[in-house]
């Protein structure tokens, strides 16, 4: 499969870039497959990551607020996240 990367998998600047070659020939397979461009394929891609990373930037901000403010909760703030927990379908 790889082999029609094969010519262009050299060294370029002194920088080996085979070890990609597999995953750009997956690429522009998916790209045929999906009658997209190159650009759009990527751009999708990029899109998709960033969405699944995401989330780890929103926990790590409200861990660091968490810490500077503490995390002891008073009688009122329990009975008021019971009462959202109970309204919330699971």
Same mark, same amino acid.
């Given at each position: 499969m790889i082999s029609h990367y094969a010519?262009?998998? !050299?060294?370029? !600047?002194?920088?080996?870039?085979?070890s990609c070659c597999g995953e750009l020939y997956e690429a522009d397979v998916h790209q045929k497959r999906l009658k997209s461009s190159?650009?759009?394929?990527?751009?999708? !891609?990029?899109?998709?990551?960033?969405?699944?990373? !995401?989330p780890d930037r929103v926990t790590e901000a409200m861990d660091e607020v968490i810490a500077a403010v503490g995390d002891a909760t008073d009688a009122f703030s329990r009975r008021a996240a019971r009462q959202v927990l109970r309204k919330v379908e699971w």
């Open positions: 010519g262009k998998c !050299a060294h370029v !600047a002194n920088l080996k870039i085979a190159r650009s759009k394929l990527y751009s999708r !891609a990029l899109g998709e990551f960033l969405r699944r990373h !995401a």
